[in-house]
């Protein structure tokens, strides 16, 4: 066993549960407990952000807890490197592109070691932190989500996820309100176009192999917020394509806020609070499909959000990954590239009930035998040397 400080982003506010927190992070502290750890947990709303110079009282705070291993997910905390003198993972949940203090990751890359869920990001890390290869590991996600045939499936299609936030400035609006010239405007057309098809493009890249000799269209090259405004786009169009065919979304309170020319999309949004394993678990299992839209940077790997799904009674309907290969082998996993394609997929598997139950079947056996948090317990151990059991 070991004492361990996990630090994350949390997004999730819920004024009856004050410890509240996204599924994988609840699945992955309560995974570390169980094995006989003791858990340091920091969690935070601040998103993307450096976070300067660690303040007296959290720094004391960590000294006294002595941890024997930090696992901070996307880098999402103040600066470790010189308050402990344990190993350090950062550990990738959304991509290298939203780290936090990535200068300080810069400046010292061997002091940490480097969880990524998709192997494209294993180019970005060594590219653009100059990292060993040997302190890059590969971890896919897993679940602890559960089946329970008991539930009746009344959802035809359920989604769990966040509307993508833009922020107070929106880069894309702040462009358009410039009044481009036409030039302008299809500089900026070529490199979304370009950002769509590879999202660890970098803005330098994007600049000279588009020829970008407008100051405007290279001031706004944030392709951070770009790739937010994009994957949103896609999300929006995917969930209204499948709208009419019974669909109940779940996820952050600016579903609910913000009209999207689409009534039938506002009206599927339910408001209740959803975060949990268990609140999980509960709509999933009472789901016919699970669908999954993931954000564009996610490339060869895919959100946590579809283990939990195969995990559950629902059946997985999802844009594809290079990883459902070489993870989950010749799993009939069925997949879209367009919203009309996603309509389609949901209304066949809404019709055909043998091969939907076919498929989740499938998906339960490679999970439970493969994607568990005890199974991903022994990389922790090997790749940290350190011992996280009792």
Same mark, same amino acid.
Request: negative net charge.
């Given at each position: 066993m070991a004492k361990v400080l996990v630090a994350f982003?949390?997004?999730?506010? @819920? $004024?009856? +549960?004050?410890?509240? /927190?996204?599924?994988?992070? $609840?699945?992955? &502290?309560?995974?570390? @407990?169980?094995?006989?750890n003791q858990v340091m947990v920091y969690s935070h709303a601040a998103f993307g952000i450096d976070f300067g110079e660690i303040d007296i009282q959290t720094r004391d705070s960590i000294l006294n807890f002595e941890p024997d291993l930090c696992i901070v997910f996307n880098n999402c905390f103040y600066d470790l490197a010189e308050v402990v003198e344990c190993p350090i993972i950062i550990y990738e949940v959304d991509s290298p592109r939203y780290f936090s203090n990535k200068e300080n990751i810069r400046r010292n890359p061997e002091r940490y070691l480097y969880f990524i869920f998709q192997e494209d990001s294993r180019a970005i890390l060594k590219e653009n932190f100059e990292?060993?290869?040997?302190?890059?590991?590969?971890?896919?996600?897993?679940?602890?989500?559960?089946? @329970?045939?008991a539930m009746e499936q009344t959802t035809n299609i359920s989604f769990i996820g966040s509307l993508f936030y833009l922020g107070n400035t929106n880069i894309f609006e702040s462009f358009i309100q410039q009044n481009p010239s036409e030039q302008e405007r299809a500089m900026m057309a070529s490199c979304l176009k370009d950002l769509r098809e590879n999202p660890q493009v970098t803005a330098t890249e994007l600049i000279y !192999?588009?020829? &970008?000799?407008?100051?405007?269209?290279a001031r706004h090259m944030d392709l951070s917020q770009l790739l937010m405004m994009m994957s949103r786009? !896609?999300?929006?169009?995917?969930?209204?394509?499948?709208? @009419?065919?019974?669909l109940e979304l779940y996820g952050t309170e600016n579903w609910g806020n913000t009209y999207f020319e689409d009534s039938r999309l506002n009206m599927s949004y339910n408001s209740k609070k959803v975060y949990s394993i268990q609140h999980n678990q509960n709509i999933? +299992? !009472?789901?016919?499909?699970?669908?999954?839209?993931?954000?564009?940077?996610?490339?060869?790997?895919?959100?946590?959000?579809? /283990?939990?799904? /195969?995990?559950?009674?629902a059946c997985l309907v999802t844009d594809?990954? $290079?990883?459902?290969?070489?993870?989950?082998?010749?799993?009939?996993?069925?997949?879209?590239?367009?919203?009309?394609?996603?309509y389609e997929v949901c209304r066949q598997l809404i019709k055909d009930e043998s091969r939907r139950k076919e498929i989740v079947l499938q998906c339960q056996e490679v999970i439970e035998n493969k994607y568990r948090f005890r199974h991903l317990l022994p990389r922790l151990e090997e790749y940290s040397g350190i011992t996280l059991h009792v």
């Amino acid at each position: 066993m070991a004492k361990v400080l996990v630090a994350f982003y949390n997004g999730v506010s @819920d $004024e009856k +549960n004050p410890s509240a /927190m996204p599924v994988f992070y $609840e699945a992955f &502290i309560q995974g570390l @407990d169980r094995a006989g750890n003791q858990v340091m947990v920091y969690s935070h709303a601040a998103f993307g952000i450096d976070f300067g110079e660690i303040d007296i009282q959290t720094r004391d705070s960590i000294l006294n807890f002595e941890p024997d291993l930090c696992i901070v997910f996307n880098n999402c905390f103040y600066d470790l490197a010189e308050v402990v003198e344990c190993p350090i993972i950062i550990y990738e949940v959304d991509s290298p592109r939203y780290f936090s203090n990535k200068e300080n990751i810069r400046r010292n890359p061997e002091r940490y070691l480097y969880f990524i869920f998709q192997e494209d990001s294993r180019a970005i890390l060594k590219e653009n932190f100059e990292i060993s290869d040997n302190r890059i590991f590969y971890a896919p996600f897993f679940s602890e989500v559960y089946a @329970d045939t008991a539930m009746e499936q009344t959802t035809n299609i359920s989604f769990i996820g966040s509307l993508f936030y833009l922020g107070n400035t929106n880069i894309f609006e702040s462009f358009i309100q410039q009044n481009p010239s036409e030039q302008e405007r299809a500089m900026m057309a070529s490199c979304l176009k370009d950002l769509r098809e590879n999202p660890q493009v970098t803005a330098t890249e994007l600049i000279y !192999k588009h020829n &970008i000799t407008s100051e405007l269209v290279a001031r706004h090259m944030d392709l951070s917020q770009l790739l937010m405004m994009m994957s949103r786009e !896609k999300r929006l169009r995917v969930l209204s394509a499948v709208a @009419d065919l019974g669909l109940e979304l779940y996820g952050t309170e600016n579903w609910g806020n913000t009209y999207f020319e689409d009534s039938r999309l506002n009206m599927s949004y339910n408001s209740k609070k959803v975060y949990s394993i268990q609140h999980n678990q509960n709509i999933y +299992n !009472k789901s016919k499909i699970g669908i999954n839209v993931s954000h564009l940077q996610a490339t060869s790997g895919f959100p946590w959000r579809v /283990m939990d799904i /195969m995990a559950s009674n629902a059946c997985l309907v999802t844009d594809y990954h $290079e990883d459902f290969k070489r993870l989950f082998g010749n799993i009939p996993i069925p997949t879209y590239e367009s919203e009309l394609e996603a309509y389609e997929v949901c209304r066949q598997l809404i019709k055909d009930e043998s091969r939907r139950k076919e498929i989740v079947l499938q998906c339960q056996e490679v999970i439970e035998n493969k994607y568990r948090f005890r199974h991903l317990l022994p990389r922790l151990e090997e790749y940290s040397g350190i011992t996280l059991h009792v």
